[in-house]
Structures are given as C-alpha cells and as structure tokens.
T-cell receptor, first 113, second 114 residues
Framework: KAGVTQTPRYLIKTRGQQVTLSCSPI?????VSWYQQTPGQGLQFLFE???????NKGNFPGRFSGRQFSNSRSEMNVSTLELGDSALYLC????????????FGSGTRLTVV | AQTVTQSQPEMSVQEAETVTLSCTYD???????LFWYKQPPSRQMILVIR??????QNATENRFSVNFQKAAKSFSLKISDSQLGDTAMYFC???????????FGDGTTLTVKP
C-alpha cells in the first residue's frame, strides 16, 4: 500500500510569508502527527489530528496551525515565517492509538530566507 | 514530563560486527511503549523495533534486538552483523499510552565502515 506522502519536498520562502504543507497518510490511518526536525532542537512535536480534530498540541506559537480533512489528509500552515522556522517538517501517520509506532513521510524541507 | 536521553551522538562500527546504541528515559508512568527509529541519509524515518513496557521479553526483529531494563529505565538497541545499509541516525522514542505524541531522543549517528 502507498506510504505517507508529503508535498512539496522542498520549499524556499521569504520572511513574513506564509506556507502550507500537505500530508496524505497511509490508507486506514486516521491519526496524523506533525514534527519539526532541526539539528539543534531535534524532533519537536507540533500537533496531532484525529478524525478532523486536533487532539494534541505541542509548544509552538499560534503561527503554526493545521487541519485534517474527512479523508484524513492533513495540512499544516505557518504564517509570518521567521528564519528560525527553517527545518524539515515531518508528517507521521498511525493507527488511532499510536502504540504501533509511526509511519513517516519523506518530509518537507522548508528554508526561510 | 517525559525525557529521552541518547548519550552517544556518534558511533561507528566495522561491517559484520555488533554495535549497541544506548537510550535512557525518565517517566513516572507505568504503561508506555518504546521505539527505535532509523533515519538514513535519504531522510525517510522508519520504525526499526517496538517494545511494550508491560512485556518483560525483549523485542527482536532479525538483526535488531533491544535490552529493555524497566527498573533502570534503559532501552538499548543492539545491531548484529552490521551492514553498510545500517548507516543512519537512530532515534529512541517513548510513548505514554493515550498521550497522543512520542518523545524523541536527540539521535545517534551510526556509521558502518567497510
């Protein structure tokens, strides 16, 4: 079956702009989580969506938001981009309880200039 | 709050040898899961092995096995017969049942040398 698909793979944006990243989970997986990966901070949890509802949220400012559609596809949005938002953004899908672990996408590499 | 510590930022091993990556965690919870993920240089992270905290038996997946010491809050990964394709960053992760998110360690970069 198809894996987790993230688009786009690479993105370059200017400070102050906004960006939307997309993630399509594995068929049957209803939970979608987003992580930010940077060399300095490692993997930081952004949020988790389940059945179109945000179920958990990490410690990121309100500029970071997301949503999930009825087909489980998810988007995350970052508004008013800052240089520090440059990172690899990973989407991970899982069965409802995550106890079987995540299936990750290839990520979106965001560079803010 | 849960924390995960991987004390070895980098390690190397000769092909065909055995290597052990360390991971310790801190939690007051009793029901949780532990994972090792592998992120090769091409960057897609994949699940290597999973351990349920209430099971005393150590998990094994082919050449990968864990040494789970619940009282010591230790969860090390042993890779036997190392192969060049094992070169990757390895992350230890911890999930409290129903917490909704995993906490990751900072990772260990493993290089397998020919």
């Amino acid at each position: 079956k198809a894996g987790v698909t993230q688009t786009p793979r690479y993105l370059i944006k200017t400070r102050g702009q906004q960006v939307t990243l997309s993630c399509s989970p594995i068929s049957g997986h209803r939970s979608v989580s987003w992580y930010q990966q940077t060399p300095g901070q490692g993997l930081q949890f952004l949020f988790e969506y389940f059945s179109e509802t945000q179920r958990n949220k990490g410690n990121f400012p309100g500029r970071f938001s997301g949503r999930q559609f009825s087909n489980s596809r998810s988007e995350m949005n970052v508004s008013t981009l800052e240089l520090g938002d440059s990172a690899l953004y990973l989407c991970a899908s899982s069965l409802s309880g995550q106890s079987y672990g995540y299936t990750f996408g290839s990520g979106t590499r965001l560079t803010v200039v | 709050a849960q924390t995960v510590t991987q004390s070895q930022p980098e390690m190397s091993v000769q092909e065909a040898e055995t290597v052990t990556l360390s991971c310790t965690y801190d939690t007051s919870e009793n029901n949780y899961y532990l994972f090792w993920y592998k992120q090769p240089p091409s960057r897609q992270m994949i699940l290597v092995i999973r351990q349920e905290a209430y099971k005393q038996q150590n998990a094994t997946e082919n050449r990968f096995s864990v040494n789970f010491q619940k009282a010591a809050k230790s969860f090390s990964l042993k890779i036997s017969d190392s192969q060049l394709g094992d070169t990757a960053m390895y992350f230890c992760a911890f999930l409290v049942t129903n917490a909704g998110k995993s906490t990751f360690g900072d990772g260990t970069t493993l290089t397998v040398k020919p």
